[in-house]
């Protein structure tokens, strides 16, 4: 499934490549396959394309990105259940306003 995201993501962003929705998307399928630095890059990408989101699209954003540090640094904290739960969510209605495009 990470593998399907990522080339999802490639592709909308061939179409709209300021898509912090394909950012986000990429980010999650990096941070599953363990490619930190990959999903950090792209978390940031989303979050400077999202500026005109809602506060919830941001705090989504900021939560994975603190997830990702978390996890270059070593800390191993990660986020709460709650916010992995919301951010499962959001990865997969991600992944299918992808396949819409």
């Known amino acids: 499934e990470c593998v399907d995201a990522l080339e999802l993501a ?3 962003l ?3 490549s300021n898509s912090f929705e394909a950012f986000y998307t990429r980010s999650k ?3 599953e396959l363990g490619r930190l630095e990959e ?3 792209d978390v ?3 979050l400077q394309y999202s500026e005109s989101s809602t506060r919830e699209d941001r705090r989504v954003l900021c939560g994975l990105k603190d997830d990702i540090i978390s ?5 191993g904290m990660g986020c709460s259940k709650t916010v992995v739960d919301i951010n499962s969510r959001r990865f997969r209605a991600s992944v299918d306003t992808l396949t819409e495009l």
């Open 71 to 75: 996890r270059i640094e070593g800390t």
């Open 14 to 16: 061939e179409i709209r």
């Open 44 to 46: 940031n990408r989303a």
């Open 29 to 31: 399928a990096n941070l």
């Open 10 to 12: 490639d592709q909308a």
């Open 39 to 41: 999903a950090l890059a």
